[in-house]
């Protein structure tokens, strides 16, 4: 059950270096919705405004103008409490070195909790649910050298060390990014968990639209510093003129089903999970329609 808005952003601007030779405008007039409970894909072309977009969510970046509401707190107001904005906003980056600076992986995790100044057997506890949440041992890996971390390891850790703060709405920018394929799909798996089982709110930026079509409730489009488009995940790759028009990239099962159309076959391009495309796929193969086509 979806709740009411946590986020609300409306003709949001954003220019970098104002009033210099290297002035950019990066967001021109955006707008968006997120409500409580939700799992939301950012999607566009490098440039397009997506990472500006999202560092107004925890308040890294300040609007120029517009409307920018974020869990009851107005940032275009000159004060704000921007530590309670940051402690129910959890913003994960996509160099997982920006956020890991402690030795060992428990400090590391365990740094934000004590910063709230809670008790340490508070603090233990919320580190030992943060590592269970991504995939990490609490007793094997507490105590190891975050230096000496694999890349996915390290992506994991900087997720912990978000959830340990519990945080109403998370956000990650390309959050499999470098992963190898195991790992990429362990870390779907336990953010689709915390979204669906553990309901926070869920707001990621992507390249992969297999992630997308696996993740998303709905799905923002961006271009030139402006949403584009938004949709469910059916309502977007289905829509094959404005795919081609914003040059949106398509999961690779929706790519087989629109070939499968375009040859005059009938499927469902919605059918775009695995188990889906499969299905109509093998629901061509069954009714003979590959042997017969063209006869």
Known sequence: MRGKPIIEIENLFHTYMKGTPMEHVALKGTNMVVNEGECIAIIGHTGSGKSTLIQHFNGLIRPDSGKVIIDGIDLSKKRIDIKALRRNVGLVFQNPEDQIFEKLIGDDISYGPFKLGLPIKEVRERVK??????????????????????????????LAGI??????????????????????????DKIKSLNKIENLTVIFVSHNMEEVAYLADRVYVMANGKDV???????????????????????????????????????????????????????????????????
Do not use: C
């Open 229 to 295: 488009l938004s949709g469910t995940p059916v309502d977007i790759f289905t829509d094959k003129e404005k795919l081609q028009r914003y040059q949106i990239g398509t999961p690779e099962t929706v790519q087989a089903l629109y070939r499968l159309k375009d040859l005059g076959y009938n499927v469902d391009t919605s059918a775009f999970t695995i188990s889906e495309a499969a299905d109509e796929i093998i629901k061509v193969l069954t009714n003979g329609e590959v042997e017969n086509h063209g006869k």
């Open 163 to 188: 959830l340990a703060l519990k945080p109403k709405l998370l956000v990650l920018d390309e959050p499999t990014a470098g992963l190898d394929p195991r790992s990429r799909n362990e870390l779907l």
């Open 129 to 158: 649910w943060a590592m269970n949440m991504v995939g990490l041992n609490f007793e094997e890996m507490k105590d190891r050298q975050t230096f000496a971390l694999s890349g996915g390891q390290k992506r994991k850790v900087a």
